[in-house]
């Protein structure tokens, strides 16, 4: 097993001793003893330092490429030393070094490791899932809309007591005598039929809400959302044109359909892809299940509506496969991806038709 050399950011080393450090490295990969490197060396240390699987050769061709000045085909210490001065040559180098990292650290999740493993080119804009997750910008989208729907809730209880009887649900419900008051369309999202309704729905948009932003952003996380409630608000309207509609459970479905799409088109990509297919179907069952204990079981608010369930995650679907990222784009999924627009514009084009026409 190759030894781990942990260096500390914090520490200057002497200019000889970085060189003694680097000359030993050189030294490791030069098999034969000539003082240079070339391909074949480079890709036969790679191979046999316990990969799992071959370097593809344009990554180790582009470092020759780089450092080699004098076009000679080999590295000679001084044009090692210079690849690892320059900024696309320590990037280049990083990438070797983190599929190293990748492929002789022991990766939580058995075969995913190897997955998780695999090359891919270090100019290309996108990586495995999991490496793609970033905090900067702070996924908040999801925060501030949950931070609203439960301001609006309380207010609402605080003034009237229940949660769809207040001024502000009075305001934003969707209320198919109002059509004409088209923010209701949106704001319905706001208003939550009772306590357990809110969490449910705080719950799922949050635990996968802010996964989605993490990796692609909290303004495609926020289109999707708005179009499942749109199309929520939209579908009820036309199936049950005189129910009136509350609750954000068109954008939560969104969420989860997009984040089920991008399960199964990033499935190799993925490092606990059945884990997370599991655990997001069974927050599905269970908001569908409360969806229905409320309506048919306890009796609960019977005047709304909840077809807002399936065509949001129908528009979840459609956007998701336009506006979210994949990580490994093929042809087929590239049609898909029209397919996905077309039908979405055709479907909320048609909706708005009947509406204004009913």
């Known amino acids: 097993m190759p ?7 914090e520490t200057a080393l ?36 316990g990969f799992s699987h071959d370097i593809p050769d344009h990554v180790v061709a582009k470092l020759i490429k780089l450092s080699d000045k004098n076009r000679d085909g080999h590295i000679d210490f001084a044009e090692f030393i210079h690849l690892l001065e320059t900024d696309e040559g320590r990037a280049h180098f990083n990438h070797l070094l983190s599929q190293y990292i990748h492929y002789t650290v022991p990766v939580r999740g058995g ?28 996924p908040l989208c999801m925060v501030l809309v949950s931070v609203i ?16 009887m207040g001024p502000a649900a009075n305001f934003f419900i969707y209320n198919p005598f109002k059509r004409s008051e088209f923010w209701r369309f949106l704001t319905y999202m706001f208003v939550h039929a009772g306590i357990g309704h809110l969490v449910v729905n705080l719950m799922v948009q949050i635990m996968l809400g802010i996964p989605l932003e993490m ?10 959302y708005i179009a499942g409630v749109i199309a929520g608000s939209l579908g009820t309207s036309i199936s049950d044109p005189q129910v009136y509609l509350a609750g954000a459970s068109g954008g939560v ?22 884990w997370q297919l599991i655990i997001f179907l069974a927050l599905a069952v269970i908001d569908i299940g409360t969806a229905i204990h409320d309506r048919y ?13 399936l065509t949001g995650a129908i528009a979840g679907l459609l956007v998701g496969l336009v506006i979210l990222r994949n990580l490994a784009v093929r042809s087929w999924e590239r049609k898909l991806q029209w397919v996905g627009l077309f039908l979405y514009i055709a479907l909320i084009s048609l909706a708005i038709a009947l509406n204004l026409y009913s």
Do not use: M
């Not at 729907?149 to 769809?164: H, K, R």
């Open 149 to 164: 729907e439960i301001a609006v809730f309380a207010y609402d209880v605080y003034q009237a007591g229940d949660s769809i």
């Open 297 to 309: 079981v306890a009796q609960l608010n019977r005047e709304i509506g909840y077809v807002a369930h």
């Open 215 to 224: 990796v692609h952003g909290w303004w495609r996380v926020l289109a999707i």
């Open 111 to 138: 075969a995913g490791a190897h997955r998780r493993g695999k090359v891919r080119r270090p100019d290309t804009p996108d990586g495995e899932y999991e490496d793609e997750y970033s905090c900067f910008p702070p």
């Open 253 to 274: 479905y969104a969420i989860i359909a997009a984040h089920l799409s991008t399960i199964i088109l990033n499935w190799s990509e993925l490092l606990f892809a059945l």
């Open 3 to 9: 030894s781990q050399v942990r260096v500390d950011t």
């Open 14 to 49: 002497p200019l000889h001793t970085v060189e003694n450090h680097w000359y030993r490295v050189f030294k490791k990969y030069d098999t034969d003893g000539d003082g240079k490197l070339n391909l074949g060396e480079l890709k036969a240390s790679i191979t046999s330092s």
